[in-house]
């Protein structure tokens, strides 16, 4: 026999949303006639906006004619998209096609890009955190064997609790890299312009990278939070940013995301010298990757139409709605509550004492209701929910009545 990678075996025994659907499907087999509502993983639930739908008709028709037909994309993808994210979404920035990279997805590229870099970089991601950040250098070997909390060694975690407003401190120690997700994933919490600026500084100054994860920005609704990192100056020599369309215009199951590398973001190569990462990406998604689907990147190219924006944002519009409804709702239960206002996750806090996974537990058993532990996001995130917004209207509705009245 082969040996395996072992760093696989340094893994969590399941990535959290394999687990969850795993015990919800336990439930749903002893239960089949309860009703379960699932406001677990962050999945959209609304159909495709028309402007796609209708964009993605056009695709596959062309491709029964002899002029229409494409083969192999150029892997850095179309392009008619890159060109107009960068008019649509980086207006003003200083940003050139040539710096995006579509890719099939956000957890994609953010699982797939640490590759560029040494096993004895640092890593610093909060706690909690999105489980791929963590999980994608474990598997590198980046993170050595994990602690009796599930905490690595070669990872530097940043605590975001109630007392720092789930917000992290500035590093004490420098990292190589810095994962950042903002509107955050999962406590909803957001950096104003001046907080980020802080992180830009800083990466600067010690030398590091920022990765900032932007899948959420168009949940923003409060003036002085920036939507992109490279609002802030000084940021195009130091961050990537990764976006997606999965939570903008449900494409979670098309699957359609890109990566922002602007040329003066580098890393150090063997001799020291400074080399571009952008030319690092191209080398490997060119190796690795023959592109997203020209369908699907027309269908992506259509949200960036007027009439796409217009569709997507009704769409978020009430995904909004949602969120806000749960926020009230676990409120009027007595809990403090956060997140849900500028994210589409709701962050909740539970009584002291209460495990995270004996709360999903409750909330599956006794109300049919599926949510995500806090724990699975980090040891921080222990005594917390997560919540999302993502659920249909009725289904969400149904969720606050299922649970009105109800006392812990
Ligand atoms: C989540 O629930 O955290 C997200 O849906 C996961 C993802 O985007 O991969």
């Not at 025994?13 to 406001?39: C, D, M, T, W």
């Not at 940003?95 to 640092?122: H, M, S, W, Y």
């Not at 098309?254 to 001799?271: D, E, T, Y």
Request: glycine share 12%.
């Amino acid at each position: 026999m082969s040996r395996i990678n072992a760093h696989y075996c340094d893994l969590p025994g399941s990535y959290l949303f394999a687990e969850i659907a795993h015990r919800v499907q336990e439930h749903a087999a002893a239960n089949p006639h309860k009703r379960i509502i699932r406001l677990g993983i962050g999945d959209v639930t609304a159909p495709l906006p028309p402007a796609v739908i209708s964009a993605l008709h056009k695709a596959v028709a062309e491709q029964a004619t002899p002029e229409g037909f494409r083969g192999y994309g150029p892997e850095q993808g179309y392009a008619f998209l890159r060109e107009a994210i960068v008019t649509d979404v980086y207006q003003g920035m200083n940003i050139d096609p040539d710096a995006v990279f579509v890719g099939d997805g956000t957890k994609e590229d953010l699982g797939n890009f640490q590759e560029l870099f040494d096993l004895g970089c640092r890593v610093a991601i909060t706690d909690p955190v999105y489980p791929v950040y963590a999980d994608s250098n474990v598997m590198a070997g980046r993170a050595g064997p994990p602690d009796a909390l599930g905490r690595f060694a070669g990872i530097l975690y940043l605590p975001c609790t109630a007392e720092n407003g789930f917000l992290p401190d500035l590093p004490g120690e420098r990292p190589d890299i810095i994962y950042l997700c903002y509107p955050n994933n999962p406590t909803g919490a957001v950096l104003t312009r001046g907080q980020l600026a802080r992180w830009v500084a800083y990466a600067r100054e010690h030398d590091c990278l920022i990765f900032f994860d932007a899948a959420y920005e168009a949940y923003i609704t409060e003036a002085d939070i920036p939507r992109s990192i490279y609002e802030i100056e000084g940021a195009a020599d130091v961050a990537v940013e990764f976006r997606s369309y999965s939570k903008t215009a449900g494409f979670t199951g098309l699957r359609c995301g890109f990566v922002v590398i602007p040329p003066g973001v580098r890393g150090r190569g063997p001799g020291s010298e400074p080399i571009p990462l952008r030319d690092l990406w191209l080398r490997r998604q060119t190796t690795k990757y023959n592109g997203c689907p020209y369908i699907i990147q027309r269908a992506a190219e259509a949200t960036h139409t007027a009439a796409g924006k217009r569709e997507t944002r009704a769409i978020i519009a009430g995904y909004r709605e949602n969120a806000r409804r749960i926020r009230d709702g676990f409120q009027a239960l007595g809990l403090t509550v956060s997140g849900g206002t500028n994210a589409p996750y709701i962050w909740v806090k539970l009584p002291s004492g209460m495990g995270s996974w004996d709360f999903f537990d409750l909330l599956l058993n006794r109300f049919g209701i599926v949510g995500t532990p806090g724990a699975g996001f980090g040891p921080s995130g222990e005594g917390h929910f997560r919540l999302t917004g993502f659920g249909t209207a009725a289904d969400t509705g149904e969720a606050m009545e299922r649970l009105r009245g109800f006392t812990l």
